[in-house]
């Protein structure tokens, strides 16, 4: 008998992971807040906003009910980090005390700077799994060769989630840090701005990758620091993830990187375009000072993206202290 597994969240991301895993269920239902969105998608097989000309597997379902969640095994949380607080209370009282949520959203809570994991915990008061990688939601589309991390502190739940998302072109690792694993993706952020900033400037490949190599090491340090394991950084969560995020153009903060290294300054408001990791360059630059850490790379960013101090002065500083 097959798992029984929703999503929710029909954007770029959540609409991959629906259908990588209905190779893997009967049916997959799929969450999206617009009615038209859907429509699409139980009428016409599309999700014409993303993906106008791939079609969904026809075992795909959509629906705007989150009460159709209700006896789902797993569900895959594909939300912005901003969205998964409120979220989780609105299924607290709908799931099964039996299903599993994945969270992928790769943030900290701002008011509160906790970890995607900490706040479904705190709210359905069970372990909760994590999901990060270099994962390109377009090839994951097109069902391409990808790999990913899952981790959690229960072996059950990341045994049922591996049985989700694993096929034959879905490789999934697994672990029990699930600390390191989510801070893999929190502060890869950081450093796709970084990488971004560095090419917006023209700055020449040698020196890009002198700071690359130097920022590797600082995530190990910080992730230690925090309680996650330095070795945690060198799988797919991490240094997959920290280089397609750093030197891909699909990476929005690699390009928001990019923009602010060219002297243009952008309105997220006004652009409608979430860029994750400014929130998280202010709260990552509260944990390192708190900790005592002293992360060159997170300080260039910090001083660039929200100080809004020149970028090539920023560099220079940042270059002298390697």
Request: glycine share 6%; net charge negative.
């Given at each position: ?49 993303y ?10 379902k ?7 969640f ?17 979220t ?112 917006g ?7 890009k ?49 990019v ?7 952008i ?56």
């Open positions: 008998m097959s798992l029984k597994i929703g999503v929710i969240g029909a954007g770029a991301m959540g609409t991959a992971i629906a259908q990588v895993i209905s190779e893997n269920t009967e049916e997959l239902l799929l969450f999206a807040r617009r009615e038209k969105v859907c429509e699409d998608i139980n009428n016409k097989h599309y999700n014409e906003e993906y106008p000309n791939i079609k969904l597997h026809d075992n795909i959509s629906t705007n009910n989150l009460e159709d209700k006896d789902m095994d797993v569900i895959f949380l594909c939300i912005p980090s901003s969205n998964i607080r409120e989780t209370e609105a299924l607290k009282n709908i799931i099964s005390e039996n299903s599993i949520l994945v969270s992928t959203a790769k943030g900290l809570e701002h008011k509160t700077n906790k970890r995607m994991s900490e706040i479904i915990e705190e709210i359905i008061c069970r372990p909760a799994v994590v999901l990060s990688g270099p994962n390109i939601a377009s090839e994951m589309m097109e069902n391409l060769f990808t790999a990913t991390t899952i981790a959690s502190t229960d072996k059950s739940y990341v045994k049922r989630v591996k049985k989700a998302l694993n096929t034959e072109k879905f490789k999934v690792d697994t672990n029990g840090d699930v600390i390191g694993t989510e801070y893999c993706g929190i502060i890869k952020n950081v450093l796709a701005i970084s990488q971004g900033i560095f090419e400037m023209d700055i020449n490949d040698n020196a990758f002198a700071v690359f190599t130097k920022s590797y090491l600082e995530t190990k340090d910080i992730i230690e620091k925090l309680g996650g394991k330095r070795d945690t950084v060198d799988n797919y969560c991490g240094f997959g993830d920290i280089i397609t995020a750093s030197t891909l153009s699909v990476s929005r903060n690699h390009t928001l990187g923009l602010y290294g060219q002297g243009i300054i309105d997220e408001k006004a652009s409608g375009v979430l860029f994750e990791g400014k929130n998280t360059t202010s709260i990552l630059k509260h944990l390192c000072d708190k900790l005592k850490i002293n992360s060159l790379t997170v300080n260039f960013v910090y001083d660039v993206i929200i100080e809004k101090k020149n970028a090539k002065q920023s560099f220079t500083k940042l270059w002298n202290k390697l």
